[in-house]
């Protein structure tokens, strides 16, 4: 019988039980098992053959299974404020509760943190060493304040990734094999190659990607960049899309693409299908957001310090005025009809910049926008009657704007 080609849902589907079942079979076999923050350096623990489990991964997971509340009553019963990050408490939660209806995961033998993403992972992974005593590897990643990204600020960057490999040759008792990194680097550059690929092929009209799907495909990004399978997923959804595109096949089959617009923030998880099909029933397409670019790690192989360039660069890290003219860029490069702004309460980092951000792509592009109140995993910080309120605003926005002929 010829075999049955998966599609990439399917694949994505295979992969995600592969990396948390890999992950608990480890911790059985009495094999190490670490912790680490979205954008770190992945292919140390690759080139390692240490397995890795991402918190940020797990805890959207929880968010999306409506399973959030367990764990934050229990964060906020002793003691965490319900202004830390959503995925702070129910992740400082598991590890008392450590079983999920969503997915389970093994508790770590050494965590690693990257402060590339934001300044709450610093204290919230050294809150976990503490508490489980395990070791913790930090990679203290400088704030580019400047435009550009200095060349002392990729250098520091160099020094931490060699002082990570000591700490990691040390905690797993194994020689680093430089020759294996490249090939790690290798491999992650071209699974990065595929997802800006098949995520920039929303640029056309109608978009074949509906971006929700996006945000589910991220989470091997976070997780397999610099691995085969990794490699084959993002390959396989490239093709997947340009077909649709080359078919002239928009984002549904049971609706069509009236506007384009992108989504600025992380995605609300507990409320992930009524923010979807409320855009969905207006004919909005989420088509791009800030982070294909944030997982696009790309550098020459053999190269440490460019690979630290790589990982300072991502937008997160990135100042004010970068950031304005990064989504300035983005709204020109997808034809962008207008901006949604996620206010997500735990992210600090994007809500202190976001209404600067906002105000200055506004007068920059003259593209309408509108904003709504959220969070990436508490639900109690989500109004299904004010979200649908905001885009109906941005759907009367975006009808002037076309009627004016802009």
């Known amino acids: 019988m010829e075999e049955t080609k998966l599609t990439s849902k399917q694949f994505l589907n295979e992969l995600t039980a592969k990396h948390y079942d890999g992950a608990l079979q480890a911790k059985a076999e009495g094999k190490p098992v670490a912790w680490a923050v979205s954008i770190s350096p992945q292919e140390l623990f690759e080139t390692l053959d240490m397995h890795v489990v991402y918190p940020e991964n797990h805890a ?23 202004d830390i990050c959503s995925y702070a408490r129910i992740n400082m939660a598991y590890t008392d509760i450590p079983h999920a209806e969503a997915q389970d995961i093994p508790l770590p033998d050494v965590v690693l943190c990257s402060a590339n993403i934001c300044t709450t992972v610093m204290k919230w992974w050294e809150n976990l060493a503490k508490k489980l005593r395990v070791p913790l590897v930090f990679i203290d990643t400088p704030f580019n304040h400047t ?7 990729v250098e520091y960057l160099r020094g931490q990734f060699e002082s990570a490999i000591k700490q990691l ?9 430089f020759d294996k990194l490249g090939e790690v680097m290798k491999l992650s550059n071209a699974t990065c190659q595929w997802w800006k690929a098949a995520t920039d092929l929303a640029q056309f009209t109608p978009s074949p990607l509906n971006g929700f799907d996006m945000f589910n495909y991220m989470a091997i990004m976070v ?5 085969a399978d990794g490699h084959k997923l993002f390959k396989l959804w490239y093709e997947e899309l340009l077909a649709k595109k080359e078919a002239g096949l928009g984002p549904w089959s049971s609706a069509e693409e009236k506007y ?3 989504w ?10 009524t923010t979807f099909k409320t855009l969905k029933k207006y004919g909005i397409n989420m088509v ?10 790309r550098y020459e192989t053999n190269d440490l310090t460019g690979m630290a360039r790589a990982y300072t660069v991502n937008y997160a890290n990135r100042n004010l005025d970068f950031g304005t003219d990064y989504l300035k860029k983005l709204v020109d490069q997808f034809n962008l009809d207008g901006v949604l702004y996620h206010s997500n309460r735990s992210c600090k980092l994007m809500d202190f910049r976001q209404y600067e951000v906002r105000r ?13 109140d959220g969070d990436q995993t508490d639900p109690r910080s989500f109004s299904e009657a004010q979200y649908e309120t905001r885009v109906q605003g941005l759907v009367e926005m975006m009808d002037k704007r076309k009627a004016a002929g802009r």
């Open 60 to 82: 959207a997971a929880i968010g999306a299974r409506k399973e959030a509340m367990k764990f934050i009553d229990h964060a906020e019963g002793i003691g965490y404020s319900a």
């Open 147 to 153: 435009y550009e990204v200095p060349d002392h600020a």
């Open 169 to 177: 040759e040390d905690f797993s008792g194994k020689r680093f094999d």
């Open 223 to 227: 997780c397999m960049r610099g691995n």
């Open 260 to 262: 384009r617009i992108m």
């Open 264 to 273: 600025d923030g992380i995605a609300c998880w507990p409320h992930l299908s």
């Open 288 to 297: 791009t957001s800030t982070y294909p670019e944030s997982w696009n790690v």
């Open 360 to 372: 200055r792509v506004e007068a920059m592009t003259g593209i309408p926008t509108t904003m709504f």
